[in-house]
């Protein structure tokens, strides 16, 4: 069986261009470094590396090579550096998934007064849910369910995905429409506004129309922007209309920044889950999260506009 040493040292000699700046790198005798790589090259059956006057040049089988176990090899160093970190420390650390704008907006200020190292992870809900499955997430905060049985969900709020338009849009048109009850003309004078949207996401919008419209937008944002919370500071006494959770924008439709424009004749509301394995030794700390969760979206409902 192929020894994983024999990689590092080979990678570190293909990126060193010598012997004796390998060994030193990685702290190990330069006879040392000369075995590893006489060893690999057995395993495999190809000469790795031609034997300059300065430098160890690559053969073609030693870039193929190369290529092919860089990244593993970088990923195991890193998780190499992480553990050893961790295990000389009398704090836990926990690996957590949400989405950027939730964290942004309800957990980044408590960091520096978590009583444990954190790891935050931004992505897809499914992806996330699946990391979680296999161990590789703590905690994970969802409006998306992910069938297993080794999970547990639990709720503790809400979000409703709302129509919000910049303070400097004239919606009389569409208002008069809407208390008329005229859903072909909502849908036409909103297809003709200009839209704010997020990279590569378009289900919000399309959840949005299916639900109202009973069937997809024919239409794509103007200007597609990092997250939702840029769509706000862009949108903010701007002219432009977006779809987005009722809790990142509370604050911008009080002070008048954005208008509330629509809920939908359809409302669209998600429940928010805590999600963690059945089984964890991180209770105490995963507590410590939910207080803050929980503490946050009660303050943000106490603030709450009228809708």
Same mark, same amino acid.
């Given at each position: 069986?192929?020894?994983?040493?024999?990689?590092?040292?080979?990678?570190?000699?293909?990126?060193?261009?010598?012997?004796?700046?390998?060994?030193?790198?990685?702290?190990?005798?330069q006879p040392?470094?000369?075995?590893?790589?006489?060893?690999?090259?057995?395993?495999?059956?190809?000469?790795?590396?031609?034997?300059?006057?300065?430098?160890?040049?690559?053969?073609?089988?030693?870039?193929?090579?190369?290529?092919?176990?860089?990244?593993?090899?970088?990923?195991?160093?890193?998780?190499?550096?992480?553990?050893?970190?961790?295990?000389?420390?009398?704090?836990?650390?926990?690996?957590?998934?949400?989405?950027?704008?939730t964290?942004?907006?309800?957990?980044?200020?408590?960091?520096?007064?978590?009583?444990?190292?954190?790891?935050?992870?931004?992505?897809?809900?499914d992806?996330m849910?699946?990391?979680?499955?296999?161990?590789?997430?703590?905690?994970v905060?969802?409006?998306?369910?992910?069938?297993?049985?080794?999970?547990?969900?639990?709720?503790?709020?809400?979000?409703k995905?709302?129509?919000?338009?910049?303070?400097?849009?004239?919606?009389?048109?569409?208002?008069?429409?809407?208390?008329?009850?005229?859903?072909?003309?909502?849908?036409?004078?909103?297809?003709?506004?200009?839209?704010?949207?997020?990279?590569?996401?378009?289900?919000t919008?399309?959840?949005?129309? %299916?639900?109202?419209?009973? #069937?997809? *937008?024919?239409?794509?944002?103007?200007?597609? @922007?990092?997250? &939702?919370?840029? $769509?706000?500071?862009?949108?903010?006494?701007k002219?432009?209309?977006?779809?987005?959770?009722?809790?990142?924008?509370?604050?911008?439709?009080?002070?008048?920044?954005?208008? %509330?424009?629509?809920?939908? #004749?359809v *409302?669209?509301?998600?429940?928010?889950?805590? @999600?963690?394995? &059945?089984?964890? $030794?991180?209770?105490?700390?995963?507590?410590?999260?939910?207080?803050?969760?929980v503490?946050?979206?009660?303050?943000?409902?106490?603030?709450?506009?009228?809708?």
């Amino acid at each position: 069986m192929v020894n994983l040493e024999w990689f590092r040292t080979f990678k570190t000699i293909y990126e060193t261009g010598s012997l004796t700046s390998a060994a030193a790198k990685l702290f190990i005798s330069q006879p040392g470094v000369s075995l590893h790589l006489n060893s690999l090259e057995a395993h495999v059956g190809y000469k790795l590396f031609d034997r300059g006057t300065r430098r160890m040049i690559p053969t073609e089988h030693g870039k193929i090579l190369y290529n092919s176990i860089v990244e593993g090899v970088d990923k195991l160093e890193a998780a190499e550096k992480h553990f050893f970190r961790n295990t000389h420390s009398d704090k836990t650390s926990i690996s957590i998934g949400m989405c950027f704008e939730t964290f942004q907006v309800v957990l980044e200020s408590h960091i520096g007064d978590l009583p444990f190292d954190l790891i935050t992870k931004f992505g897809g809900y499914d992806e996330m849910l699946a990391d979680l499955d296999k161990g590789l997430l703590d905690f994970v905060i969802s409006p998306q369910r992910f069938d297993s049985i080794n999970m547990q969900y639990t709720p503790f709020s809400s979000e409703k995905i709302i129509l919000v338009a910049g303070a400097q849009t004239d919606t009389s048109t569409f208002i008069k429409m809407k208390d008329d009850g005229d859903l072909r003309g909502c849908e036409n004078w909103l297809t003709g506004q200009i839209w704010f949207g997020t990279t590569g996401d378009m289900e919000t919008i399309r959840n949005f129309w %299916l639900a109202n419209f009973r #069937k997809r *937008p024919d239409f794509k944002p103007n200007y597609i @922007v990092p997250n &939702k919370l840029s $769509i706000i500071r862009c949108l903010s006494d701007k002219k432009g209309l977006a779809i987005i959770p009722d809790f990142l924008c509370r604050k911008q439709i009080e002070n008048g920044e954005l208008n %509330l424009l629509w809920e939908g #004749k359809v *409302p669209l509301e998600n429940t928010l889950h805590f @999600v963690q394995r &059945k089984k964890t $030794i991180y209770e105490k700390e995963l507590q410590i999260l939910k207080d803050i969760f929980v503490k946050e979206f009660e303050s943000e409902l106490a603030v709450q506009p009228n809708f």
